[in-house]
């Protein structure tokens, strides 16, 4: 499969919302399973800029359609496939307009998965380990139509408390209110 053949596959899946992938995917995708083959191909693309680097083992289709406000949480939801993750601290509690500053160009997700954080051309996230049982997880984020589930205030607050984050940026009267403020509206 030639470059442009490979760009044509990307596009077609693109149209049905698909953007970011993981070499596994990738493999799957453009039809290639043998490691080091899909490797020079995955090169190839990358150098002939059809697909960028997020991290290790994950690529974003630079030419997507998709491409824009959630890539990040795309991003960060192939990298921990297989653990639940869920936007919270202050990405969330900015987001309901409890916190005044608004992380630009990051991403605070708790995940069941190990903590870290991850640079990448769309900005940076940061994953915080959670050891809580997976049935407190489900009913502490709900489900906006976005990549990530996003906490609940209050579980949010309760995250930030709970992992020894700066408090002192809380406004705690806003976290009795209803207000919502999500960036996708």
Same mark, same amino acid.
């Given at each position: 499969?030639?470059?442009?053949? #490979?760009?044509?596959?990307?596009?077609?899946?693109? +149209?049905?919302?698909? @953007?970011?992938? *993981?070499?596994?995917?990738?493999?799957?995708?453009?039809?290639?399973?043998?490691?080091?083959?899909?490797?020079?191909?995955?090169?190839?693309?990358?150098?002939?800029?059809?697909?960028?680097?997020?991290?290790?083992?994950?690529?974003?289709? %630079? +030419?997507?359609?998709?491409?824009?406000?959630?890539?990040?949480? &795309?991003?960060?939801?192939?990298? $921990?496939?297989?653990? &639940?993750? &869920?936007? #919270?601290?202050?990405?969330?509690?900015?987001? &309901?307009?409890?916190?005044?500053?608004?992380?630009? /160009?990051?991403? %605070?997700?708790?995940?069941?998965? $190990? #903590? /870290?954080?991850?640079?990448?051309?769309?900005?940076?996230?940061?994953?915080?380990?959670?050891?809580?049982?997976?049935?407190?997880?489900?009913?502490?984020?709900?489900? *906006?139509?976005?990549?990530?589930?996003?906490?609940?205030?209050?579980?949010?607050?309760?995250?930030?408390?709970?992992?020894? $984050?700066?408090? @002192?940026?809380?406004?705690?009267?806003?976290? %009795? *209110? *209803?207000?919502?403020?999500?960036?996708?509206?």
């Amino acid at each position: 499969m030639t470059t442009t053949d #490979s760009w044509t596959r990307l596009a077609q899946f693109d +149209k049905h919302g698909r @953007h970011v992938y *993981t070499k596994r995917d990738l493999g799957m995708v453009l039809g290639e399973h043998r490691p080091r083959h899909l490797q020079t191909k995955i090169n190839a693309l990358v150098k002939t800029g059809v697909l960028t680097r997020a991290v290790k083992g994950v690529y974003v289709f %630079t +030419k997507s359609k998709s491409f824009g406000l959630h890539t990040l949480e &795309y991003v960060a939801r192939s990298m $921990r496939r297989g653990e &639940y993750n &869920y936007i #919270s601290l202050e990405s969330a509690l900015s987001e &309901y307009g409890v916190i005044s500053q608004i992380p630009m /160009g990051r991403i %605070t997700v708790m995940t069941t998965g $190990r #903590s /870290g954080e991850y640079k990448t051309p769309f900005g940076t996230i940061e994953f915080v380990h959670t050891n809580r049982p997976l049935a407190q997880l489900l009913q502490g984020a709900v489900d *906006t139509g976005r990549p990530l589930k996003i906490a609940t205030k209050q579980v949010a607050w309760r995250d930030l408390k709970r992992v020894g $984050r700066n408090l @002192h940026m809380v406004d705690e009267e806003m976290l %009795t *209110t *209803t207000v919502f403020v999500s960036p996708s509206a």
